[in-house]
């Protein structure tokens, strides 16, 4: 039987959450869930029939398990996206990061980004932070990503391909959760967002300004497509990824469906605050 289940990003297209098929059992959402600030009690009551997961990275741990969301949203599981912590190891492999430019492989349509690389094993840290037990600031369990995570993180960092929440929560939906067809909404890939054409002729340095921002958050978004197309679709062949999206992308894999929203773009900055 399949396992169905729905990923939720911060994403515009979360309002898309209505057009997917109400065949799932479990609903992920990453990070503080959008639809708090829609006042759509219809919506909501159909959230609360499933199987709530939230799923965060580390700055916004304190955010999103907050008691009165988890409450609200009948949250059964709260879920952190780090494997179970390895402090030494993550120490050893940290110190011999660099900052170069471009640090992260260098897709066509870009220009070159200056930013700290990739490195392996950042998902056992960091060090404090990531710690073997955690909970919720009111004491619930914090789950980890399983440790069989990181084969597949490891050969995605290994090419320096930028690893973005959605795939951590995707892997966490996979081998954690079982579900082999996962809808998405609220992954737009930061379409809304142009790039300076200053930074096509001489690349920003890093964190000089929202230029350096627009293209380090962009750059974020067009890696993920790849992640998604070249890597996690050849990892589980067998795993149906449906995307929900306003950005207007069409991949290759056989495995991978997109519905577009085809919505006029409205362009935005996003600054050095945008996890928050």
């Excluded at 600031?137 to 960092?157: M, Q, T």
């Excluded at 589980?236 to 991978?256: G, L, Q, R």
Aim: aromatic content about 14%; hydrophobic content about 35%.
């Amino acid at each position: 039987m399949i396992k169905k289940m729905l990923i939720v990003g911060r994403g515009p297209s979360w309002e898309m959450i209505k057009q997917i098929p109400d065949d799932y059992d479990t609903i992920l959402f990453i990070n503080t869930p959008a639809l708090l600030k829609k006042n759509d009690e219809e919506l909501l009551r159909n959230v609360k029939t499933k199987k709530v997961v939230i799923f965060t990275n580390m700055p916004q741990r304190f955010i999103a398990f907050q008691e009165k969301i988890l409450n609200y949203l009948n949250v059964s599981e709260c879920a952190i996206a780090r494997c179970s912590p390895n402090w030494a190891l993550w120490r050893t492999h940290k110190s011999k990061q660099k900052r170069i430019c471009p640090a992260w492989t260098q897709l066509p349509k870009l220009p070159p980004l200056e930013e700290d690389e990739p490195y392996q094993y950042i998902w056992r840290g960091p060090e404090p932070t990531n710690q073997e037990h955690m909970i919720t600031p009111a004491g619930r369990k914090i789950n980890h990503l399983v440790d069989e995570a990181e084969r597949y993180l490891s050969a995605i960092y290994g090419d320096r391909m930028m690893c973005n929440c959605s795939i951590y929560a995707s892997l966490y939906g996979i081998l954690k959760l079982k579900a082999d067809h996962i809808y998405y909404c609220g992954i737009d890939f930061y379409h809304d967002l142009k790039i300076s054409p200053s930074s096509f002729i001489e690349a920003p340095r890093y964190m000089s300004g929202q230029d350096w921002w627009d293209l380090r958050v962009k750059t974020e978004g067009e890696h993920t497509k790849v992640v998604y197309d070249k890597y996690m679709s050849k990892f589980f062949p067998n795993v149906f990824f449906e995307f929900y999206t306003d950005a207007n992308w069409a991949p290759d894999s056989k495995n991978i469906k997109t519905h577009c929203s085809r919505k006029q773009i409205i362009y935005k900055h996003y600054g050095q605050n945008y996890y928050d």
